[in-house]
C-alpha cells in the first residue's frame, strides 16, 4: 500500500535526522545557505560597551561645559573626570565613563571652548547587552544561515561557524528514450531533467558531485551506475520506479543491499517515488527514486528530497505555508493531490499545461497547492504550498 504522503514526509526527514552529516567549520563568506551545527552565541554583550547613537557631547554635570576632549568611533574614551566637562562625541563611539548624558550637536551652541544646550530627557546611548548578552542563544542549531546572520555572527566576534557540509548528491537518469541534444524524433524525447535536476538540488543547498545518463536500461547498468555514485550522501535517480519491462531500479535497490525507507506514496501525480537507503562505507548513502516523468519527478523532489535533505543537515523539519485560492483545484480521490499553481491579484490559481509528462506548466508556477484526500480546494479557501525551489 502506497503511505500516506505526510507521513513519508515525516518518514523521510526523520531517517536523514538519524543520518546527519557531520560538521564542519568555515569561515563566514562560505557559510551562506548552510545550517548551524552549533547555537549562536555572543562572544561578549552586545554592544560590548557604552555606545553612542548621535553625534554630539558627552556630558558631565550641569553646563554649560568645558571642552575636553573628543572621541570619535574605534577609539577609547579617556573618562569625564570633572563636572562642568564635555567631550565631542561621533555616532557609534565609546561614551566616556562618568558621562551623565549625550546633547546632540544640533541642540547645541559652542562659544570658544565652552557648549551648552538642552539634551533630551531620552538617554542617546546604547548599554551594553542591549541587544544581546555575551553566551545568550541568538539561534540554535538547525537554523539556516543567511547574510543577515553571517552580519551577526561577525558582530558576535565570529570570523567562522560551524555548520553542517553540503550534502553530496550524485544524478542518475535512467532512459534508453532519452535525446541529450538536438530536436525530439522518431520515438526518442530529449532529457528534460538531467538539465534541470541539478540547478533544483543546488538551489535546495545541496553539492551536485555526479551526473550520469542516460544510463542504459539494463539490470546491468542500473546497478553499475548506483554503485559508481555510492560515495554521495544521496543518490537521486529518474525513471524506473514502477516494474515494467525496462524499470530496473527496484532490482538493482535489492542487487546493492538497499532497504526501502519509503515505497511508493499515496500522492498524485509521481506516486510512483521512493527513498531506499544502503550502507556504504561506514555511513549511510540514500537513494531517492523519482518518476520518469518530469512533473512527477518534481513532485517526488519536493515530496521526499527536501524533508531529506534537511534531515541530513539538521534543519527544523520543513513545512507547507498556507496561501489562499482564487480558483478550484480538484482533488485525487484516496490521494493528496499536488497540483501546480500560480500567484494571482486574488490568490492562487490552477496552473495550465499540467500533465505529468509537460513542463509548460510547471515553468509558469511557483509551487504546489497541497490537497488532501477525498477532498478539493474551493476560491476563498487555504490550501497548504510547497515552493519550487
Known amino acids: 500500500m502506497p503511505m500516506d504522503w505526510r507521513e513519508a514526509r515525516k518518514t523521510v526527514y526523520e531517517a536523514g535526522r538519524r543520518a546527519q552529516l557531520p560538521p564542519t567549520t568555515v569561515p563566514l563568506n562560505e557559510a551562506d545557505g548552510l545550517t548551524l551545527a552549533e547555537p549562536l552565541t555572543p562572544r561578549t554583550d552586545l554592544p560590548a560597551f557604552p ?3 548621535v553625534d554630539g557631547w558627552a556630558l558631565r554635570g550641569v553646563g554649560p561645559w568645558r571642552i575636553t576632549g573628543k572621541v570619535l568611533a574605534g577609539q577609547t574614551a579617556a573618562p569625564l573626570t570633572e563636572d562642568g566637562t564635555a567631550a565631542e562625541i561621533a555616532t557609534g563611539a565609546m561614551v566616556p565613563e562618568g558621562t551623565d548624558t549625550i546633547l546632540r550637536i544640533e541642540h547645541s551652541t559652542v562659544d570658544g571652548d565652552l557648549v551648552s544646550g538642552t539634551a533630551k530627557e531620552l538617554k542617546e546611548w546604547r548599554e551594553p547587552g542591549e541587544e544581546a548578552h555575551a553566551g545568550e542563544e541568538l539561534f540554535p542549531a538547525g537554523t539556516p544561515v543567511t547574510p543577515g546572520l553571517i552580519g551577526l555572527a561577525a558582530s558576535c566576534g565570529y570570523d567562522e561557524l560551524t555548520v ?3 550534502p553530496k548528491v550524485a544524478l542518475l537518469i535512467f532512459g534508453d528514450e532519452l535525446l541529450t541534444s538536438g530536436k525530439p524524433g522518431d520515438g526518442r524525447v530529449r532529457d528534460a531533467l538531467g538539465p534541470a535536476m541539478p ?9 551536485v558531485v555526479h551526473i550520469e545518463g542516460p544510463v542504459e536500461d539494463t539490470l546491468d547498468a542500473h546497478v553499475a551506475g548506483l554503485r559508481a555514485a555510492l560515495d554521495a550522501d544521496l543518490i537521486c535517480t529518474t525513471g524506473g520506479t514502477m516494474h515494467g519491462p525496462v524499470d530496473h531500479l527496484h532490482p538493482a535497490l535489492k542487487a546493492i543491499g538497499a532497504e526501502y525507507v519509503v515505497n511508493t506514496v499515496a500522492v498524485r501525480p509521481g506516486f510512483p517515488m521512493l527513498v531506499a537507503s544502503v550502507q556504504h562505507g561506514g555511513k549511510t548513502t540514500f537513494i531517492a527514486g523519482l518518476p520518469g516523468n518530469p512533473q512527477s519527478a518534481v513532485v517526488a523532489l519536493v515530496s521526499l528530497v527536501v ?10 523539519e520543513p513545512m507547507p505555508s498556507p496561501v489562499t485560492l ?5 482533488g485525487r480521490g484516496d490521494f493528496t493531490h499536488l497540483s501546480l499553481v500560480r500567484r494571482q491579484h486574488a490568490g492562487w490559481v490552477p496552473a495550465t499545461h499540467v500533465g505529468s509528462s509537460m513542463l509548460r506548466g ?17 476560491p476563498g479557501q487555504q490550501a497548504d504550498f510547497l515552493e519550487l525551489p
Do not use: N
Not at 524533508?307 to 527544523?316: I, V
Open 307 to 316: 524533508p531529506l535533505l534537511a534531515g541530513l543537515t539538521g534543519a527544523e
Open 51 to 53: 555606545t553612542s547613537s
Open 326 to 330: 482564487a480558483g478550484p483545484v480538484a
Open 199 to 207: 540547478a533544483f538540488l543546488t538551489r535546495l543547498g545541496a553539492h
Open 164 to 166: 553542517t557540509r553540503k
Open 362 to 378: 510547471l515553468a509558469s508556477a511557483e509551487g504546489f497547492a497541497v490537497i488532501p484526500p477525498h477532498s478539493q480546494g474551493l
